[in-house]
Each structure stands twice: as structure tokens, then as C-alpha cells.
């Protein structure tokens, strides 16, 4: 399973922007797609995850309510959208695919390259 990030950018905060992953290779074995982030200086966080057959979503409780993870079947894409962004939401976000819903990384087999997102004050 290969996976593609894309659409991170610079920001103002209160701004939007959303984060695409494209999942390519043998997506069948996938079950769940994830966001994870990693500010500067910071460890690698949970952000939001997806179940695959849509049974169901989780969220970091610092993105809750702003951020809202979904999936184009179809293209075999996971979206991240991001609303009312915040300086501290500053990161490298990536995504990643694993065979459970999970909000830890180690279980997570598959992960794409990062995508930078900014937000200026």
C-alpha cells in the first residue's frame, strides 16, 4: 500500500485548508486511514481516524468540533478538513493506513510522506 499526502500549506489562523491522501497498492487490506501530526520539537500525534467501511470516526479532543476526517471511496482518497485553524495546529501532518481502528501509530503498517501545514497569527 503506497500513500500520497497532499494540500498542506501556509495559513492564517481561523483559516481552512484540507489534507488529501490518496492510498494506492492493495487497499483491501486496509480497514482503517488515519492523521497523525508532528509539531516542531514535539512528538507524533493522533489527529483523526477513519474506519474504511465507514463504521466510524475518531478525533484528538484538541481537534474535535474543528477538524473532519471522510473518505471518497471511489478515488480511494481520506480527507482531512481542517476549519477555525490555530496556530498551534502548525505541523507536518501524515497519514497513514493500518488494519485497525486505532488512535496509536505503532499500529499503523503504512504511511505516506508528510505534508507541512502553517498557521500564521
Known amino acids: 500500500v503506497q500513500l500520497q499526502a497532499y494540500g498542506g500549506g501556509l495559513v492564517q489562523a481561523g483559516g481552512s485548508l484540507r489534507l488529501s491522501c490518496a492510498a494506492s497498492g492493495r487497499t483491501s487490506s486496509i480497514y482503517t486511514m488515519g492523521w497523525f501530526r508532528q509539531a516542531p520539537g514535539k512528538e507524533r500525534e493522533f489527529v483523526a481516524a477513519?474506519?474504511?467501511?465507514?463504521?466510524?470516526?475518531r478525533y484528538a479532543d484538541s481537534v474535535k468540533g474543528r477538524f473532519t476526517i471522510s473518505r471518497d471511496s471511489a478515488k480511494n482518497t481520506v480527507y482531512l478538513q481542517m476549519n477555525s485553524l490555530k496556530t498551534e495546529d502548525t505541523a507536518v501532518y501524515y497519514c497513514?493506513?493500518?488494519?485497525?481502528?486505532?488512535?496509536?501509530?505503532?499500529?499503523?503498517?503504512?504511511w505516506g510522506r508528510g505534508t507541512l501545514v502553517t498557521v500564521s497569527s
Open positions: 477513519f474506519a474504511w467501511n465507514g463504521a466510524g470516526t
Open positions: 497513514a493506513a493500518g488494519q485497525i481502528m486505532a488512535t496509536i501509530q505503532a499500529l499503523y503498517k503504512y
